[in-house]
């Protein structure tokens, strides 16, 4: 079992910046693929960014490349995702996802249905 529990979002500015934190608990965080997803009003979950079980591979949405950073402590059981250059479209709902999948599978993926353990969300509100 792993518990999530985001924090960082809030209302900025477009062309602003925040940084997302999600703190998991449970000895298994180190085993997990983590990924951010957002949901809009009206709008199906979509994937943001991943991040392999050591840190050393990302995959980010084609919308958010080259703005946003996700990375991972995994001494504080805690993944980031840095959000620079913020825009109006990226107003969401942020959710932090823990994908347990067995040590032989490798790929990270940007299914959401491949994540087992969610957190309760943060809003991020980026105004025009």
């Known amino acids: 079992q792993v518990q999530l529990v985001e924090s960082g979002g809030g209302l900025v500015q477009a062309g602003g910046s925040l940084r997302l934190s999600c703190a998991g608990s449970g000895r298994t965080f180190s085993n997990c693929f983590m990924g951010w997803f957002r949901q809009a009003p009206g709008k199906v979950r979509e994937f943001v960014a991943a991040?392999?079980?050591?840190?050393?591979?990302?995959v980010y949405a084609d919308s958010v490349k080259g703005r946003f950073t996700i990375s991972r402590d995994n001494a504080k059981n805690t993944v980031y995702l840095q959000m620079n250059s913020l825009k109006p479209e990226d107003t969401a709902v942020y959710y932090c996802?823990?994908?347990?999948?067995?040590?032989?599978?490798?790929?990270?993926?940007?299914?959401?249905?491949?994540?087992?353990?969610w957190g309760q969300g943060t809003q991020v509100t980026v105004s025009s």
């Open positions: 991040i392999s079980r050591t840190g050393g591979n990302t």
């Open positions: 996802a823990a994908d347990s999948r067995p040590p032989w599978i490798v790929k990270i993926t940007t299914t959401p249905d491949e994540y087992d353990f």
